[in-house]
Nanobody, 123 residues
Framework: VQLVESGGGLVQPGGSVRLSCAAS????????IGWFRQAPGKEREGVGC????????YYPDSVKGRFTISRDKAKETVYLQMNAVNPEDTAEYYC?????????????????WGKGTPVTVSS
């Protein structure tokens, strides 16, 4: 299983960016996909999780209302839409996958990880 993130870069405060996570080597149909981020000197933090089967997503309060996770079944790709970003959103963003149902993802329970894509929020 390979997960490849893309779409990161420099974003102005208040702007938007969409990250992609493309999977190969497996069908994501029976997986939950989580997005995590890690800023320099900070612990890895979950920013959302989606059940690939039914598309139901969960978000922590820190990003609820600003971030949206979606998926394209045909492309085996999951997206993280980030709106109204601020400098505190600056981090390396990772997608991850675990087998099983539901939309709760803990870093310690994820089976596969991408290598990350950086997002820098700055003017």
């Amino acid at each position: 299983v390979q997960l490849v993130e893309s779409g990161g870069g420099l974003v102005q405060p208040g702007g938007s960016v969409r990250l992609s996570c493309a999977a190969s080597g497996v069908s994501l149909e029976y997986f939950a996909i989580g997005w995590f981020r890690q800023a320099p000197g900070k612990e890895r933090e979950g920013v959302g999780c989606i059940s690939f089967w039914d598309g139901n997503a969960y978000y922590p309060d820190s990003v609820k209302g600003r971030f949206t996770i979606s998926r394209d079944k045909a492309k085996e790709t999951v997206y993280l839409q980030m709106n109204a970003v601020n400098p505190e959103d600056t981090a390396e963003y990772y997608c991850s996958a675990r087998m099983g149902s539901g939309n709760i993802c803990y870093a310690r329970t994820m089976d596969y990880w991408g290598k990350g894509t950086p997002v820098t929020v700055s003017s």
